[in-house]
């Protein structure tokens, strides 16, 4: 996490509905909000009138940050009452001998909640995100001691 600083933001998880979805973001947004500056990017720009997705930012060579929360299932295929949420962040990075580009996780977390999202979704996600960040907070300030800004985090929404 050394010298990472601003971060696209991206959210897996499973809403029944628009509302639900979109009071799932406000969460993740509220809990980043604890830990740095939230960017909140459009996704849909208009251009010559016209609605259109704008996909530029998704080249950039800035780290993402992701959020993922979801029952784990039985090899077969039965949902568990168990919920892990993870955190995870890829950075592209050049390999020297062979001039190639990648994007490996270079930091990821996980926590374990009993129950089913789906009958606790706002709970989960508050409870899975704010552990998980707090974990992110002392690895990022280990790893930027001298660093007082806090990290960056754009998301993008409809």
Known sequence: MKGLSTFNCFFYFF?????EDA???????????K???VVQNKLLVKTNGREQID??????????????????TSVEGKELPVIRGSLN??????LQKGYCFSSPYVWTNNCFLEGFFREK??????LALSQLLRQFQIDYSTANPSHAERPVFHIFLP
């Open 89 to 94: 962040i890829q950075a592209p990075v050049m």
């Open 35 to 37: 830990f740095g500056v």
């Open 23 to 33: 009071k799932v973001n406000s969460l993740i947004v509220n809990q980043l909000e």
């Open 121 to 126: 979704i706002e709970q989960s996600v508050t």
């Open 55 to 72: 996909l530029t930012r998704f080249g950039s060579s800035r780290p993402s940050l992701f959020f993922e929360i979801r029952n784990i």
């Open 15 to 19: 809403a029944p509905n628009r509302e």
